[in-house]
């Protein structure tokens, strides 16, 4: 009689199992896909990866020897020629340590160290290995970026972030707030 009644048992919980995992797998596929980025938020995603891809392999080694002093020339060099390029300008490169810290900004400015290291998207970058999209402001001013943790040998040495003009990228691109940051920059 005990096994009856726990064979019964098992036969009513086994289709509630079912039951669940149906229900489940019809929910999960019938979630709404994302709309694809316009072409003006491809374009500009393309630009700014490439721009970022000629700067920060050049900065993984001195920021890994802590070399700041070297850091200048290079965001010099490279900010001189994204103007001759003349596609895509940032207002700012800033590059940060390890801990979130600036350490070097280019063109200069007055403050000589931001603190990063409590903003939620440098955390993301940085724990999850990822580029990230952000938005601030910069003087007064609304600016859109982009940040990239740099590695070396898999082990986290700092950041390289640019920073770009919202007018920039609302006007000349052709890209709301809303749209860059839904760009995956991995």
């Given amino acids: 009689?005990?096994?009856?009644?726990?064979?019964?048992?098992?036969?009513?919980?086994q289709t509630w199992a079912c039951l669940l995992l149906c229900v489940s797998m019809l929910l999960g596929g019938c979630q709404r896909e994302k709309p694809p980025l316009s072409k003006e938020a491809q374009a500009l995603k393309?630009?700014?990866?490439?721009?970022?891809?000629?700067?920060?392999?050049?900065?993984?080694?001195?920021?890994?020897?802590?070399?700041?002093?070297?850091?200048?020339?290079?965001?010099?060099?490279?900010?001189?020629?994204?103007?001759?390029?003349?596609?895509?300008v940032p207002t700012r490169i800033m590059v940060l340590n390890r801990k979130g810290i600036s350490r070097a900004i280019y063109?200069?400015?007055?403050?000589?160290?931001?603190?990063?290291?409590?903003?939620?998207?440098?955390?993301?970058?940085?724990?999850?290995?990822m580029n990230v999209g952000l938005t601030g402001y910069l003087r007064g001013g609304k600016v859109y970026g982009f940040f990239v943790p740099l590695f070396q040998n898999e082990k986290l040495v700092g950041g390289v972030s640019m920073g770009f003009s919202s007018n920039d990228i609302e006007e000349k691109w052709k890209v709301s707030e809303n749209e860059f940051m839904k760009i995956n920059f991995n």
């Fill in 107 to 129: 063109p200069p400015i007055k403050k000589a160290r931001w603190d990063f290291s409590s903003y939620k998207q440098i955390k993301k970058a940085y724990d999850n290995k």
């Fill in 46 to 88: 393309k630009e700014m990866l490439q721009e970022m891809d000629k700067i920060k392999d050049k900065l993984v080694e001195p920021v890994s020897k802590q070399d700041w002093k070297a850091l200048r020339p290079i965001l010099q060099t490279s900010y001189e020629e994204m103007e001759q390029g003349g596609k895509l």
């Fill in 1 to 13: 009689m005990k096994a009856y009644y726990l064979f019964k048992v098992l036969r009513r919980k």
